[in-house]
């Protein structure tokens, strides 16, 4: 009779069942692992024999096969390596046959029979908690990173033998206690080091408390990449949820710090112009999350936007509109979330000084150089960007002013007192900030005044926008309203979120 286990697969965030069978037959020596395994899985087969007798266990002789159903669903990685240990060991009828009840494994096994951790336990485990699973067993290393999904026992187990003695009840599980929730935020930036550009520090205000993306332009040395860096430190707070969210992606892509399992700072991830598409969306021959779900919940920062090549941008559309990025390889397809904003900076030309007041260089780009560099972005690309920044050079006076300026944290202070507000509107709809809304939210969420409405329309005709950029628009306006504190979006409010529409190229 077979020994049977369950495990969980995972493509990207999307957990599968996964059933172990273990059997026997007579015959000569032969250890099969079937069920669409990859390299991985099927070099299960040296570690486990060597685990399972290393750990004092008897192996089965004769012939010995693992079959992992469903057989028409791929199984990547070292994550069936305990189950099988433990199928065999209760073939051996050194387990009673009714010590996987309820339970989930998931583990990779050294030689000596010890349990090492894998990447992807915080997915695992909600999902093994959603199909109503008890128990889960799991490496002891991966327990607090476990522990952060409630409502399923967690079995942390350092070797085979070990998890065999859980199991059979000689020893118990103590309760695992979730990590604290400690914010560790570092102000790489402080916005009071910035001197002068108060219009950028109100337009970084909005993009922060809104979640909007932001271009900047300005010549050389404008403070661009300085701004960028300062939103990190006005970023409000996440919930749990997005705390959540953001750290099963770091666990899937095995970038989950060892000491802290929760990710409770929002992300910045800066990109160089060299990178190339596959690393921004995400890939490889078991795809995995790119940079712009890296960047889930926080910020993706692209210094030099039309550096980067033409196509590497023109992936960025349907990941900003959606919110998610479906990456399908060879080997499979993955959907990541991929709600971030994005903060571009660039010059206005090559050179960086086209059209720049007061500057101490002239332009030296040809016409054709300019349109070249332009049509790096694309219409649709800009289109999906909700502020655009001329950025000016700050006059000495200012730069050498002793006048204090506002710091990080008062200015995170009002973008929490927003997002307050926010996360009261949109309560039990999934939507964090009035970035994420959708033009039915936009319609119930956005009431304007009478002058507003005319004030919109009139722009609408005179500048020919786009429907996009119209509820773009609305978006932005009811942020700035947010800060204010106002329900209704006046023409004030409207007027604002139009100055900032306004195409810099």
Known sequence: MPSKLLSVELHGLEGFLVEIEVDRRAGRVIFAIVGLPDAAVQEAKERVTSAVKNSGFEFPRGKVIVNLAPADLKKFGPRYDLPIGLGIVALMKQLPPNSFNETVIIGELALD????PINGILASVEFAKKQGFKKIVLPKENAREAALIPGIKIIPA??????????????????????????????NVDMSVIKGQAQAKRALEITAAGGHNILLCGAPGAGKTLMARALGGILPSMTLDEMLEVSKIYSVAGLLPKHKPLITERPFRPIHHTASAMSIVGGGNIPGPGEISLA???VLFMDEIAEFPKNVLEVLRQPMEDNFI???????????????ILVAAMNPCPCGYRNVENAKKECVCSAVDVQRYEKKLSGPLLDRIDIYLNVAPVDISKLSSKKKEEDS???????ENSRAIQRERFKGLKIYSNGEMKNDDINRFCKLTKEAKAL??????????????YFRILKVARTIADLEGKENLSSTHVAEALQYKTKIL
């Open 158 to 187: 350092g070797s085979l033998k070990e998890a065999v003695m859980h199991l059979k009840g000689k020893i118990e599980a103590l309760p695992i206690k979730p990590p604290k929730i400690d914010s560790d935020r570092v102000i």
């Open 296 to 298: 889930h919940r926080g």
């Open 409 to 415: 944290e008062t200015v995170r202070q009002r973008v």
């Open 113 to 116: 029979g010890t349990i090492r």
């Open 326 to 340: 479906t990456v399908s390889r060879v080997k499979g397809t993955c959907t990541y979330p991929s709600k971030f």
């Open 456 to 469: 919109i329309a009139q722009a609408v005709t005179q500048f020919d926008i786009s429907a996009r950029s």
